[in-house]
Structures are given as structure tokens and as C-alpha cells.
Nanobody, 122 residues
Framework: VQLQASGGGLVQAGGSLRLSCTAS????????MKWFRQAPGTSRELVAQ???????NYADSVKGRFTISVDNEKFTGYLQMGSLKPEDTATYYC?????????????????WGPGTLVTVSS
């Protein structure tokens, strides 16, 4: 199983970006998707998470501005970010948990995706 993240970039304050995190391999399901971020000199923080059934949780700093989702037809998780602020500048990381086929055996996985840099200019 591998994860590929995309969608980061440079945006002006108030703008929007959508991050994507796609799992490849013989994936059966992504049941939990989490997005973290880490700004220089700080520890990695959980930004948003979602699990099967649609339950979502967000950090207070992004509530009402960010939306997390998973499309299990594409095995892709998304983080839609709006009303971006300079303090949202960070490298964003996805973490996906789910199931894949290892041969004929259905096996659980939990993997980090590579970071994608989001820079919000004032």
C-alpha cells in the first residue's frame, strides 16, 4: 500500500485549496482518514479526521473552514480548505487506515502519506 498526496501550493489569505491523498495497491477500503499539519518549529498536530459512518472531528482552529471526506470508489481522502489564513501555513500529512488484499488475505493497514506544503500569504 502506498499513499500519494497532492494539492498543496501557494495561496493568498482567504483563498481555498483541496488536498488529496490516494491509496494504491489492492485496496478494499479506507475506513479512517486523518490529516495532520506541521509548521516549522512546531509539533505535528491533528487537523481533521473521519471514519466509516461519516463521523468527523476538527481542530478548533479549522472548524467551519475545512472539510474532510473520503471517496472509497477512488480510495482517496480529501481535505477541502477554505478561508485560509497565514497561520494555516504548514506541511500537511495524511494518515489512512483501512484494508487491503495481501494475496487472498484481507489485511489492515495504516500508512502516512508524504507531506504536501501549503503556504498562505497575507
Amino acid at each position: 500500500v502506498q499513499l500519494q498526496a497532492s494539492g498543496g501550493g501557494l495561496v493568498q489569505a482567504g483563498g481555498s485549496l483541496r488536498l488529496s491523498c490516494t491509496a494504491s495497491g489492492r485496496i478494499e477500503e479506507i475506513h479512517t482518514m486523518k490529516w495532520f499539519r506541521q509548521a516549522p518549529g512546531t509539533s505535528r498536530e491533528l487537523v481533521a479526521q473521519t471514519s466509516s459512518g461519516g463521523a468527523t472531528n476538527y481542530a478548533d482552529s479549522v472548524k467551519g473552514r475545512f472539510t474532510i471526506s473520503v471517496d472509497n470508489e477512488k480510495f482517496t481522502g480529501y481535505l477541502q480548505m477554505g478561508s485560509l489564513k497565514p497561520e494555516d501555513t504548514a506541511t500537511y500529512y495524511c494518515f489512512a487506515e483501512g484494508y487491503y488484499y495481501d494475496g487472498a488475505a484481507l489485511t489492515g493497514f495504516g500508512h502516512w502519506g508524504p507531506g504536501t506544503l501549503v503556504t498562505v500569504s497575507s
